[in-house]
């Protein structure tokens, strides 16, 4: 009797890890299919393209916006040469922030009433979502595309928004993010090298630009377009790590770069459907073969229990 109780309670507990493992199953093929789903590029701006600007293009924008955007220019390479100067007026080239870690670059004028500082606003958001540290982990290079703004203005603004970050993030920031202004000369070859289209207006006093951060490598391409002014931390973590080719990040990092790929088109990271089918299956594959394992364990112990009573 205590035999049949025994295979009895063994069985169920077969059928229940069973069942158990098909939620399981399911349950990874659902969050494969929503996660796929939320990856869909929703529309777009005419501001923002992938490819060549076409003036004969019709955009429906006002006249002041009509020759302003941004064309991506993915693995560009950045002029090293440019000159600038930082926020202490210390004349530096582009390429003294080169070979070390990525950068996070914005092209902004520190005068700017409204979206630069969304622009900076939403850089600082992001960067204290993130667990990397500016300064350590990467670099942050915003310019000014105003060639009458100073270096004065430059520190002003930069000692803004550094105080912005938590504590623990200051002093990397203060090192690692840098604050610079130009001429008119280099300010173009930064311009058109990354695809920044925009124009002053006269009727306003301003400068018409759209609004996009820059992700770039440590050898100084052009690797991830980020648009808008709120750049989500998990896209940005991946696209530095991608850009560190994986110097920087975790393992974790590693498994969502092979769910998650970038596209141009959106500036967004969205879900590689094959993939995550692929890891799906493995998970599956993996459950079977423990779910194999139990039971036969399970049934060797039942054998063995019946042996002895049969003894």
């Known amino acids: 009797m205590n035999i049949r109780k025994t295979a009895t309670c063994r069985q169920q507990q077969a059928r229940q890890v069973s069942i158990a493992i098909s939620c399981i199953c399911l349950l990874l093929v659902s969050c494969g299919v929503a996660t796929a789903q939320m990856g869909v590029p929703r529309g777009g701006s005419p501001l923002y393209s992938s490819k060549p600007y076409e003036p004969s293009a019709p955009n429906g924008l006002p006249a002041a916006l009509k020759q302003v955007g941004i064309d991506q220019k993915l693995n560009q390479q950045l002029p090293a040469d440019a000159t600038f100067k930082d926020e202490t007026g210390a004349v530096v080239k582009l390429g003294n922030y080169f070979g070390k870690r990525p950068i996070v670059m914005s092209l902004v004028y520190y005068d700017c009433p409204m979206l630069c ?78 695809g920044f289209r925009y124009r002053f207006d006269q009727a306003t006093k301003q400068f018409a630009h759209a609004s996009a951060i820059y992700v770039v490598t440590p050898e100084g391409k052009l690797s991830h377009y980020f648009y808008g002014i709120e750049y989500a931390p998990r896209d940005l973590r991946l696209a530095l790590v991608e850009a560190s080719q994986n110097k920087i990040g975790s393992a974790v990092d590693q498994l969502m770069l092979y769910c998650y790929h970038y596209d141009p088109s959106t500036g967004r990271y969205g879900a590689v459907v094959l993939n995550i089918v692929r890891l799906g299956g493995l998970v599956t594959l993996i459950c079977i073969g423990f779910m194999f394992l139990l039971l036969r364990r399970w049934n060797a112990t039942r054998i063995h229990v019946q042996a002895g009573g049969a003894t």
């Open 117 to 194: 500082t969304q622009i900076l606003n939403g850089m600082i958001a992001s960067f204290k979502t993130l667990s990397l540290k500016p300064g350590e982990d990467f670099d942050v290079v915003s310019i000014s595309f105003d060639s009458r703004e100073t270096p004065a203005l430059a520190a002003a603004k930069k000692n803004v928004y550094v105080n912005y970050l938590p504590e623990t993030k200051r002093a990397g920031a203060n090192n690692g993010w840098h604050f610079l202004t130009g001429d008119d000369e280099n300010i173009k070859r930064i311009t058109d090298a990354v």
